[in-house]
């Protein structure tokens, strides 16, 4: 019951924030109302089972929780105050108000890394630690920037009255996207290397967004590229939820009907031109989702499409990704010197020192890979991520001393 209370809490949350949102106004109250609620149920549900209408109960609850402070300010918000006490209807759920509520945070008054931040923050149940990683940035300074953002939002006349699938918002709505997504692929942090939950809510919205977009390439490409990179998540641990490289990964328990319809997605969009961000992306998934053996990789494909994407969509992880395929293409030492460029701009982050050690490791330099791999084990979070970067090193130690 516990789990399938936080289920359907989880669930509920992104819907009643919207509905509140989009009525009222002031996303700050009612975000703290909707949480209050959700406590509230957690704890009520629990003791006493699942209401009739679990909802219309989040619904009321938030909306006396907004009540109650408004009439802490009655002088000045008496109107609000006689808006939120009347009776909710309890509404069918006629469209996504997830999706709804993604377009209104990613308001136009805001920075896009603002309203990025802030709509991951507050409607794609991100942590500000987990969006500042995906940024690469410190915490702090995330945080400042998700205030910042709250801030301007509420110095201006009703920002959620309106914006639901304004054409303007969509690329903000797909960066938050493919951030859920990615986060729920390689958590950041954490016991497990991967958080279903967000990776399958993250697929299910874009192809909610690809209904009402159907035209929209970049739509279909982000929705193509997380259906390649989703298909192999059968393969990516063992049976102790050991991570398990792409390399090493057993293919034939990739999903082959979600990479066939990722490459048919994917295939669609290519008369508009191979120019998208997500686009070059998927182009890339599916470059190794053909390849039936690693080592049948198409590796100088990869390294032009990470070319082309450095070129038209700087940074520093893309450069490095490239660093990558330059390695397989024309030896570690290259692939080195590329990873070198974004040293600075990557300092914090481990898959800089992960790279550097699976180069070092491929150049047969074992001692310069050992310490790269530590360095990295010591700066991520995630537990899978650190127990394998460990345990190469290790390896090489071994295989080190043996050949002493």
Request: overall charge negative.
């Amino acid at each position: 019951m516990t789990v399938r209370i936080e289920d359907l809490l989880r669930e509920l949350s992104p819907q009643v924030l919207g509905i509140l949102v989009r009525r009222f106004g002031d996303f700050d109250l009612a975000e703290d109302s909707v949480q209050e609620a959700l406590l509230a149920a957690a704890t009520q549900w629990q003791r006493d089972g699942l209401p009739e209408n679990p909802r219309g109960w989040l619904i009321q609850v938030a909306q006396r929780r907004m009540a109650d402070s408004v009439r802490a300010e009655a002088a000045r918000r008496r109107r609000e105050t006689t808006v939120f006490e009347r009776d909710v209807p309890v509404e069918p759920v006629a469209r996504d108000d997830t999706l709804d509520l993604y377009f209104l945070c990613c308001h136009p008054d805001l920075p896009p890394a603002g309203a990025v931040a802030l709509t991951l923050r507050a409607v794609g149940g991100l942590s500000t630690a987990e969006i500042a990683a995906a940024f690469l940035i410190p915490e702090a300074t995330m945080g400042q920037r998700i205030s910042r953002a709250k801030k301007r939002l509420a110095e201006s006349d009703r920002p959620f009255a309106d914006g639901a699938h304004d054409s303007a918002r969509v690329g903000a709505v797909l960066q938050v996207l493919y951030v859920i997504f990615t986060e729920g692929h390689t958590s950041t942090s954490g016991a497990g290397l991967r958080r279903a939950d967000l990776s399958a809510e993250a697929i299910r919205l874009t192809r909610t967004l690809l209904s009402l977009l159907p035209e929209n390439t970049e739509v279909a490409s982000l929705l193509a590229l997380m259906l390649l990179t989703d298909a192999r998540r059968a393969a990516r641990c063992g049976p102790h939820g050991e991570l398990i490289p792409l390399t090493e990964q057993d293919r034939s328990r990739w999903d082959r009907p979600q990479i066939t319809e990722g490459l048919r997605l994917l295939t669609a969009t290519l008369p508009a031109g191979l120019t998208g961000q997500y686009q070059l992306q998927a182009a890339i998934a599916g470059v190794h989702a053909d390849a039936a053996r690693a080592e049948d990789t198409d590796w100088p494909r990869i390294l032009l499409l990470y070319t082309m994407i450095e070129r038209l969509y700087p940074n520093p992880m893309v450069t490095l990704n490239r660093a990558v395929a330059t390695a397989m293409v024309h030896g570690p030492a290259a692939g080195l010197a590329v990873a070198d460029t974004v040293a600075e701009p990557l300092s914090r982050s481990h898959r800089l020192a992960a790279v550097r050690g699976h180069l070092y490791e491929m150049a047969g330099e074992r001692a310069a890979a050992v310490v790269e791999y530590h360095r990295a084990a010591e700066q991520t979070a995630s537990a899978p991520e650190r127990d394998y970067l460990l345990l190469r090193a290790a390896h090489l130690r071994a295989a080190t001393g043996n050949d002493s």
